[in-house]
């Protein structure tokens, strides 16, 4: 049977294609872990309880969370930078929610972009709301030029960290380029995590956690990966772990 992956949705404004708002995953996402021999479900969004966040996912083998919009900085105590955008504290409730009841269950967990500002936040963690605020020792593109217009990011080279779960994860693919898209980088690490990448201005790339198989990147492996082995790697990885745990 194949491994139930769930994959924290997302809510989105009304547009063309539904006049009423609508719970979404990015295609990408579902097809890196449908690749990976996973099967993803996406969750609709709502208020839960530890107790409902735990038997929610104790349906599933593991979790996946997306990139997108910023996290509300009223979650980490700061006021809102005026380059912080698409704010919707219903998302961050529920994927916040869901990162905690993961670690609980100790389920393999993996956190993109977004995602892993998320579980960050989620564990006391704060972020930087604008990475063009911070006087950095060289310059390295995290995203495109006229962000968040155009659509696809850019790529930079990343250091990893021997005896994580990362780099066990890349083992005999080599270290991929991160595949950067996003304007807010992690600040103090969440209780629990330790960073294992860095770009070369020092911005963490990944961190991850001792609950189980818990791994969070800063940037997107499922859009090279069907043409980059290292990137889908991550994924295969993610679904073998989710594979083990479900027994």
Same mark, same amino acid.
Request: no cysteine; glycine share 12%; proline share 10%.
């Given at each position: 049977m194949?491994?139930? &992956? @769930? =994959? @924290?949705?997302? &809510?989105?404004?009304? *547009?063309? =294609?539904?006049?009423?708002?609508?719970? +979404?995953a990015g295609r990408r996402y579902l097809d890196a872990v449908l690749r990976a021999g996973?099967?993803?479900?996406?969750?609709?969004p709502r208020d839960l309880s530890d107790a409902q966040a735990d038997a929610l996912l104790a349906r599933f083998a *593991?979790?996946?969370?997306? *990139?997108?919009?910023?996290?509300?900085?009223? =979650?980490?105590g700061q006021e809102r930078h005026e380059r912080t955008y698409g704010v919707d504290r219903r998302n961050d409730d529920f994927e916040m929610a869901l990162c905690r009841a993961a670690a609980?269950?100790?389920?393999?967990?993996?956190?993109?972009c977004r995602g892993m500002q998320v579980a960050n936040v989620a564990f006391g963690g704060t972020l930087h709301q604008h990475l063009a605020d911070l006087d950095l020792?060289?310059?390295? @593109?995290?995203?495109?030029? *006229? +962000?968040?217009?155009p659509t696809e990011g850019v790529e930079h080279p990343i250091d990893v960290a021997s005896g994580s779960l990362l780099a066990a994860a890349l083992q005999g693919y080599g270290t991929p380029p991160a595949i950067s898209y996003h304007h807010q980088v992690v600040d103090q690490l969440g209780k629990g995590f330790t960073a294992t990448a860095w770009a070369a201005d020092g911005q963490v790339e990944a961190m991850e956690r001792a609950d189980g198989w818990f791994v969070c990147l800063q940037w997107h492996p499922e859009d090279t990966a069907p043409r980059d082995p290292s990137q889908q790697r991550i994924y295969d990885t993610f679904v073998e772990r989710a594979s083990l745990a479900q027994g």
């Open positions: 194949l491994p139930l &992956i @769930a =994959v @924290a949705g997302r &809510i989105g404004a009304r *547009g063309k =294609v539904s006049r009423l708002e609508v719970s +979404f996973g099967e993803p479900v996406t969750l609709a *593991g979790l996946l969370l997306m *990139g997108g919009s910023d996290v509300d900085p009223a =979650v980490y609980r269950l100790e389920m393999p967990t993996l956190a993109v020792p060289v310059e390295v @593109a995290h995203a495109p030029q *006229g +962000f968040p217009s």
